[in-house]
């Protein structure tokens, strides 16, 4: 099993990533009360969508000359064997402005936390906003207005958390670290996740002669050590 980088410019002209809860629960068969509990791995599923000619040119109206370089990614990537390293294009880095003085770090944090330190903003400065990803672990985390509020960070409006005198913040997260973060950990974007191919035919190709290929491949997070 190997990891693969995404190329940075095979890029999706639909993308969906979400965040699927781990739960479970019983519903009373006389109340219909139902009782709903936490399970401890949630996990990110991904469908990315594709057109291009099959030539692996440009042509006029396509999206890329994408065809041939993902008929071999595909390829490389065996069914799910080996595995994907991408980020959520919708948002590759944090959308509303961020105040920074330096590099962005963890001041660490264990793993199941849902809340960490951040330094290096600007003293007083807006930091993350709410619904920004951020990670640490190998894997994404969204920043949650809820997780924020329960550790006891601040805001500065707008859904954008504020930076203390010094320049850290303090972030809530979901979900919670799949591992431990050291402390002076460097923060990067944009976050990826490792994902594995959903379905061992996901290189099917078939097209008409001179028009489009399109590609709509799923994928789900592999949970785990890299």
Do not use: C
């Not at 370089?69 to 944090?94: E, M, T, Y």
């Not at 504020?162 to 979900?175: I, Q, S």
């Amino acid at each position: 099993m190997a990891d693969i980088a995404w190329p940075d410019d095979l890029v999706p002209y639909r993308v969906a990533f979400h965040l699927q809860p781990h739960v479970g629960g019983q519903e009373s068969p006389v109340t219909r009360t139902r009782k709903t509990y936490g399970l401890s791995a949630p996990r990110w599923l991904a469908r990315l969508t594709f057109r291009g000619g099959y030539g692996g040119e440009v042509r006029r109206g396509e999206q890329g000359g994408y065809g041939a370089r993902l008929d071999s990614l595909i390829a490389d990537l065996h069914g799910g064997l080996n595995i994907a390293v991408f980020h959520d294009w919708r948002r590759p880095k944090p959308v509303g402005p961020v105040d920074r003085a330096t590099a962005l770090r963890s001041a660490g944090a264990p793993k199941g936390a849902t809340s960490m330190i951040v330094t290096g903003f600007a003293p007083g400065g807006r930091a993350l906003g709410i619904g920004d990803y951020i990670g640490g672990d190998g894997r994404p985390h969204l920043v949650s207005m809820a997780a924020t509020l329960a550790a006891g960070g601040a805001f500065a409006g707008a859904g954008t958390i504020l930076a203390d005198a010094t320049g850290a913040a303090l972030v809530g997260f979901n979900p919670p670290l799949s591992a431990d973060i050291p402390a002076n950990t460097v923060l990067t974007w944009p976050v990826t996740g490792r994902f594995e191919l959903m379905n061992e035919d996901a290189g099917q190709n078939e097209t008409e002669v001179g028009s489009l290929s399109e590609y709509a491949l799923d994928f789900v997070e592999k949970l785990g050590a890299a």
